[in-house]
């Protein structure tokens, strides 16, 4: 799989770069500043970008809209973006197009490999992944009328985790159930929240931004 | 000291104005020169415009009655001139200054008529032919000059307390910055102490326990490596806490939404993350200078915190808008009302930051709600940023 990263530190881009090869990518370009990454990710069309959100030379979200705009032009491109901290607002901007393939966490999550590259596969596959972080904020944000208040405990609970990127396997794993009890349990989420069949993925996106819109 | 250097300045932007002052001393010679404009009417102008530039105040009080004054001597002289003993006193005081003046103009308006000098002790007396004319011309002058200065007096004395509530304004105003200067140091001080004292016991803290878990592990790779491994998962987990740590602090100083989106959408961020339902409503066509963006944003921060603290509000709406100069922020919750904004510490902080750039906040919370926090600085709104996407 060929990705681009986007970071403007090298240290961290050099050992991102180096911590991807290891575990069997392509890196096809890295890039330090905001508009050589929209013309990387233009031009190379890779399976999966790894983006920051503060580049240069605005240092503001520079990485960010970089990546929505390469989203406009190219829907449902595989963008994984890494920043120092997480915000519900531009985990909302990310998942707007309902495209998937999105993926947003901290930095410090690329310490557990496995935990970043399992989301560098999820989100190349076009799948979700939100950082626990920004999950733990909306299970803190108090709803009232939104369809989410119909869910059980344990379908929040699942739904949660199906946010933060997890498949069904890790979610019975993580909640010491069975794999079928965690698909009911999706199908069950799905219907309350008037989701039409469709396939998986699409709908596991649908739910997550249900979630965050409550 | 503070109001020292204040005055000071003042003092420095006045100058070229005192330059103007003394350009008047030729400019009336050189009319006197030419065309025999009456001497005291210009020396009185002169003066008046010299202390105008001293003391304004006094200029005003002092113009009218300057002018009353050498009416009156002029009508004395006239009746003086009528009554064919016209003297000229050499005595001083103001009155004595200005007739000195006006006499000698109206001698030469005499001598012209072949009048006649007498010099004795006394001074300078002056006799014509047609004294009569003469004497009319210079009473009617001088009437004409007692009228005007009435006339003046209501109008000076305006001018006399616009100038005196001016000062009165100004001096207000440089206790008002003295103050909340003060307020500002204070305050960036004790953030400061606080940023320095969270490294201290946090980040910095973590870093050195990582450092001793690190050296430790070295020891044990070969010997044990199972506890080697134990105490390298406890270090990755210190430098994410680490990290965990910094990015709170960060938040605390400069929040990084409002860093890389101004207020707007900073306000926007603080919404999602309330433990209230919240709404905002922004209409910001450029950002605030960046120090009252973050003075606004902690503003609303502490607003929204009282309100899951201490309304039991179930909604809140928070309202940005920025219209004739002013910046005005309105978060108003559904709660119970009955805050007090005297009793809240945090609030009292706000309202100190926010004088800092002349804001104010307001608290209105009748018992039973709804409480309304309006927050208002005046400022100027930069061009929005063009984006490159």
Request: hydrophobic residues 45%; glycine residues 8%; negative net charge.
């Given at each position: ?33 905001g ?16 983006v920051?959100?503060?580049?240069p ?25 890494l ?11 990310l ?16 310490f ?5 590259i ?21 299970l ?67 739910a ?7 | ?16 104005h ?5 350009l ?19 020396t ?58 006006q ?12 009048a ?25 002058a ?21 100038l ?10 440089v ?42 592990a ?7 490596p ?23 602090l960060?938040?605390g ?39 009252v963006?973050s ?27 920025h ?12 709660g ?54």
């Amino acid at each position: 799989m060929r990705v681009v990263i986007a970071e403007d530190l090298f240290l961290l881009r050099e050992g991102l770069a180096s911590l991807i090869k290891q575990h069997g990518f392509d890196v096809a370009e890295t890039v330090d500043n905001g508009p050589s990454l929209l013309r990387a990710l233009l031009d190379q069309k890779p399976d999966i970008a790894v983006v920051d959100v503060r580049l240069p030379p605005s240092y503001s979200d520079e990485g960010l809209r970089a990546a929505l705009e390469a989203r406009r032009q190219v829907p449902g491109l595989p963008i994984l973006v890494l920043s120092q901290h997480v915000e519900q607002l531009y985990a909302r901007e990310l998942l707007a197009d309902q495209a998937g393939g999105v993926g947003y966490l901290l930095k410090d999550r690329v310490f557990t490999d496995e935990q970043f590259i399992d989301a560098l596969h999820t989100v190349a596959r076009g799948g979700t992944v939100m950082d626990p972080e920004v999950v733990a904020k909306l299970l803190a944000r108090p709803s009232n009328q939104q369809p989410v208040t119909r869910l059980t405990d344990r379908e929040r609970e699942v739904l949660a985790l199906m946010a933060e990127g997890r498949s069904n396997s890790a979610i019975a794993q993580r909640l010491f159930v069975s794999e079928k009890a965690v698909s009911k349990h999706c199908t069950s989420i799905f219907a309350k929240l008037d989701l039409p069949p469709s396939d998986d993925d699409n709908r596991r996106v649908l739910a997550v931004l249900a979630y965050l819109n409550s | 000291m503070d109001d020292m250097t204040i005055t000071s300045a003042a003092r420095v932007r006045r100058l070229p104005h005192l330059g103007w002052g003394a350009l008047l001393a030729p400019v009336m010679a050189l009319s006197l020169t030419l065309w025999g404009v009456h001497y005291s009417t210009l020396t009185v102008v002169f003066l008046a415009a010299t202390i105008w530039y001293v003391a304004p105040a006094v200029a005003a009080d002092l113009l009218p009655i300057a002018l009353i004054n050498l009416g009156v001597h002029w009508v004395i002289w006239a009746v003086d001139l009528a009554k064919g003993n016209a003297t000229v006193p050499s005595g001083g005081g103001i009155g004595g200054l200005l007739t000195n003046f006006q006499s000698i103009a109206a001698t030469t308006q005499a001598t012209g008529n072949g009048a006649r000098f007498i010099i004795s002790e006394g001074g300078v007396a002056v006799t014509s032919p047609n004294m009569t004319s003469v004497a009319v011309i210079d009473a009617t002058a001088g009437l004409a000059l007692v009228l005007f200065g009435l006339w003046l007096v209501p109008r000076t004395v305006g001018v006399h307390t616009g100038l005196v509530k001016h000062n009165s304004e100004l001096s207000h105003r440089v206790a008002k910055l003295t103050a909340t200067r003060i307020d500002a140091v204070d305050t960036a001080a004790l953030e400061l102490r606080r940023v320095e004292r969270d490294l201290h016991d946090g980040a910095q803290a973590r870093l050195v326990a990582l450092g001793i878990a690190l050296r430790a592990a070295e020891g044990l790779v070969r010997s044990n490596p199972d506890a080697a491994t134990a105490l390298l998962s406890e270090a990755r987990e210190n430098s994410a806490k680490a990290l965990a740590e910094l990015r709170d602090l960060v938040r605390g100083i400069n929040p990084p939404v409002l860093a890389e989106r101004g207020l707007g959408d900073a306000i926007a961020a603080l919404a999602l993350d309330a433990q209230v339902e919240t709404t905002v409503d922004i209409d910001l066509p450029g950002r605030p200078p960046a120090p009252v963006e973050s003075a606004v944003y902690f503003a609303v921060a502490e607003a929204l915190v009282n309100v899951v603290k201490h309304a039991h509000a179930t909604s809140v709406h928070i309202s940005v808008t920025h219209s004739r100069g002013h910046l005005r922020i309105e978060v108003s919750d559904n709660g119970f009302g009955g805050a007090d904004p005297s009793l809240g510490s945090g609030l009292h902080g706000v309202e100190r930051r926010l004088g800092t750039f002349d804001g104010i906040l307001a608290v209105s919370s009748p018992p039973g709600g709804p409480t309304i926090v309006v927050i208002e600085v005046p400022c100027a709104l930069s061009s929005p940023k063009i984006s490159s996407y």
